[in-house]
T-cell receptor, first 111, second 110 residues
Framework: AQSVTQLGSHVSVSEGALVLLRCNYS??????LFWYVQYPNQGLQLLLK??????LVKGINGFEAEFKKSETSFHLTKPSAHMSDAAEYFC?????????FGTGTRLTIIP | DGGITQSPKYLFRKEGQNVTLSCEQN?????MYWYRQDPGQGLRLIYY???????QKGDIAEGYSVSREKKESFPLTVTSAQKNPTAFYLC?????????FGQGTRLTVV
């Protein structure tokens, strides 16, 4: 069975501060991991993905994530938050023909 | 432009009625998915299809039905058996690993 756990349903950071959104996975098969972003009343947009190879993955809008097998984690970071980063973020795992999502983290940026 | 189109964007349904949500893709993807999104619960898989004329139940298929007669199309019917259908519905298609999403349909029961 596969599952994804996002720690913290709400995260607030000041503009210019580090963004850290946590994701842990459990899987009996090699993990394919993703981060998606969702703006209000819209679909999901792919930020980045890990399949194989380099464990530090760079995505759009300055985000990156590091796959750590020993910690079963795939945390999302951005060095300096911008007001436009305010959105909901979902971690996801692909396996057994299905994409399984975490419950999401709503990111608020404090001016 | 290639992409996934969901229609309508907003849909209102009276209790006891069936409604069908449309999802069309021109990305030539084999796999298509339907998810339901509720506040605080993330996305839950309703149905998915890996190939034309074949589909499988996801985690919350009760009260829903689908068809996959064409590669490009994967409509979702919300039946009267779905007791709490008010939600945001998202369709996705996949080329293998990862997925692209439509803009969603917000269904409200009135």
């Amino acid at each position: 069975a596969q599952s994804v756990t996002q720690l913290g349903s709400h995260v607030s950071v000041s503009e210019g501060a580090l963004v850290l959104l946590r994701c842990n996975y459990s899987s009996s098969v090699p993990p394919y991991l993703f981060w998606y972003v969702q703006y209000p009343n819209q679909g999901l947009q792919l930020l980045l993905k890990y399949t194989t190879g380099a464990t530090l993955v760079k995505g759009i809008n300055g985000f990156e994530a590091e796959f750590k097998k020993s910690e079963t984690s795939f945390h999302l970071t951005k060095p300096s938050a911008h007001m436009s980063d305010a959105a909901e973020y979902f971690c996801a795992h692909f396996g057994n023909e299905k994409l399984t999502f975490g419950t999401g983290t709503r990111l608020t940026i404090i001016p | 432009d290639g992409g996934i189109t969901q229609s309508p964007k907003y849909l209102f349904r009276k209790e006891g009625q069936n409604v069908t949500l449309s999802c069309e893709q021109n990305l030539n993807h084999d796999a298509m998915y339907w998810y339901r999104q509720d506040p605080g619960q993330g996305l839950r898989l309703i149905y998915y299809s890996q190939i034309v004329n074949d589909f499988q139940k996801g985690d919350i298929a009760e009260g829903y039905s689908v068809s996959r007669e064409k590669k490009e199309s994967f409509p979702l019917t919300v039946t009267s058996a779905q007791k709490n259908p008010t939600a945001f519905y998202l369709c996705a298609s996949s080329y293998g690993v990862g997925a692209f999403f439509g803009q969603g349909t917000r269904l409200t029961v009135v």
